[in-house]
T-cell receptor, first 115, second 113 residues
Framework: EAQVTQNPRYLITVTGKKLTVTCSQN?????MSWYRQDPGLGLRQIYY???????DKGDVPEGYKVSRKEKRNFPLILESPSPNQTSLYFC??????????????FGPGTRLTVL | AQSVTQPDIHITVSEGASLELRCNYS??????LFWYVQSPGQGLQLLLK??????LVQGIKGFEAEFKRSQSSFNLRKPSVHWSDAAEYFC???????????FGRGTSLIVHP
C-alpha cells in the first residue's frame, strides 16, 4: 500500500530534550516536506527536499533541522525543543515533475507537546 | 508570491443540505489549485485539483469545484452533505517555479443531523 508513515504519532517531551520525528514514504517520490499545523494558521511549511541531499527552508524553519540521506526518509529534528513548537506535524511527499504541480501525499500526523 | 484565502473559519450545515466552501487566490497567471480534506485525526487527502481545461472539476466523495478566473476563486461544492463530511478543508494554490503549494488556513465543516 502506497503510504507516508510518521513516528511517533504522539509525543510529550520537555524543553531542551532533543527529539526526532521520522518520516518514510514507499512511493519513490523525489519531493518531501514537513508542515506544522496550528489553530487559525493552517499549514505552514517548515522544510522541504527536492531530492536526496537537497533540502531547503520553508516558511518557518527556525528551531528545526532535517536531513535527506535516502530517498524514502526525511526525518525532522528538534535539537532543543521549546513550548512554542507544540503543534501537529505532517510529513508529505510527491513526485517532482518540472512542468507541473503534483498531488502531495500526507502522513497521519505527529502531535507534539513540549512542556 | 501566490496567496490563498479561505474566508470562512467554520461552516455549519444540516445533513442533506448543499455546501459551498469559498477559496480565493492571488496570483498573476493561472495557478494550480487544489482542495484537500483532513478528517479528524488523519492526514490530508486530495479531493480534487485544477490545472487547466474545463473549469468545473469533479473530485472524490461527490465534491466538485469551479475555477472562476474573473473572481480569482475556486469554490468547493457538494449538493448533499453527509455526516461523514465533517472535517477540515484546505484550499491550496501552486504557482511560480518552486512547485510548492501554499495552503489556506482551512475551513472547519460541522454537519448537524
Amino acid at each position: 500500500e502506497a503510504q507516508v508513515t510518521q513516528n511517533p504519532r504522539y509525543l510529550i517531551t520537555v524543553t531542551g530534550k532533543k527529539l526526532t520525528v521520522t518520516c518514510s514514504q514507499n512511493m519513490n517520490h523525489e519531493y518531501m516536506s514537513w508542515y506544522r499545523q496550528d489553530p487559525g494558521l493552517g499549514l505552514r511549511q517548515i522544510y522541504y527536499s527536492m531530492n536526496v541531499e537537497v533540502t531547503d527552508k520553508g516558511d518557518v524553519p527556525e528551531g528545526y533541522k532535517v536531513s535527506r540521506k535516502e530517498k524514502r526518509n526525511f526525518p525532522l529534528i528538534l535539537e532543543s525543543p521549546s513550548p512554542n513548537q507544540t503543534s501537529l506535524y505532517f510529513c508529505a511527499s510527491s513526485y517532482r515533475r518540472s512542468t507541473t504541480y503534483n498531488e502531495q501525499f500526507f502522513g497521519p500526523g505527529t502531535r507534539l507537546t513540549v512542556l | 508570491a501566490q496567496s490563498v484565502t479561505q474566508p470562512d473559519i467554520h461552516i455549519t450545515v444540516s445533513e442533506g443540505a448543499s455546501l459551498e466552501l469559498r477559496c480565493n487566490y492571488s496570483y498573476g497567471a493561472t495557478p494550480y489549485l487544489f482542495w484537500y480534506v483532513q478528517s479528524p485525526g488523519q492526514g490530508l487527502q486530495l479531493l480534487l485539483k485544477y490545472f487547466s481545461g474545463d473549469t468545473l472539476v469533479q473530485g472524490i466523495k461527490g465534491f466538485e469545484a469551479e475555477f472562476k478566473r474573473s473572481q480569482s476563486s475556486f469554490n468547493l461544492r457538494k449538493p448533499s452533505v453527509h455526516w461523514s463530511d465533517a472535517a477540515e478543508y484546505f484550499c491550496a494554490v501552486g504557482a511560480g517555479g518552486s512547485y510548492i503549494p501554499t495552503f489556506g488556513r482551512g475551513t472547519s465543516l460541522i454537519v448537524h443531523p
